[in-house]
């Protein structure tokens, strides 16, 4: 059974950082790109960042140069390391595992930017 766990969300100041973190079971971690999505209230789910498992990363715009998106195979764990973070960063984190023909999700952590 693949399960994806979230963690390391929370509630930051404007400006402030959040470092996220996945743990993984129940695949073969190195096989699949691993990603980062965000939903905020009423808007569609978007990507942030997705890592290759050679760690080639990718990023949306909106988070180019604050975000940064590792993985440690050894560990299944993908992280995401928010900086300089904004209000309209505030959204519900899900973790993704996927390949061609595989997708899964994780439950997904709150993170909410507010002063």
């Known amino acids: 059974q693949v399960q994806l766990v979230e963690s390391g969300g929370g509630l930051v100041q404007p400006g402030g950082s959040l470092r996220l973190s996945c743990a993984a079971s129940?695949?073969?971690?190195?096989?699949?790109?691993m990603g980062w999505y965000r939903q905020a209230p009423g808007k569609q789910r978007e990507l942030v960042a997705t890592?290759?498992?050679?760690?080639?990363?990718n990023y949306a715009d909106s988070v180019k140069g604050r975000f940064t998106i590792s993985r440690d195979n050894a560990k299944k764990t993908v992280y995401l390391q928010m900086n300089s973070l904004k209000p309209e960063d505030t959204a519900v984190y899900y973790c993704?595992?996927?390949?061609?023909?595989?997708?899964?999700w994780g439950q997904g952590t709150q993170v909410t930017v507010s002063s």
């Open positions: 890592i290759t498992s050679g760690r080639m990363p």
């Open positions: 993704n595992a996927g390949t061609k023909a595989l997708n899964y």
């Open positions: 129940g695949l073969i971690f190195s096989m699949y790109i």
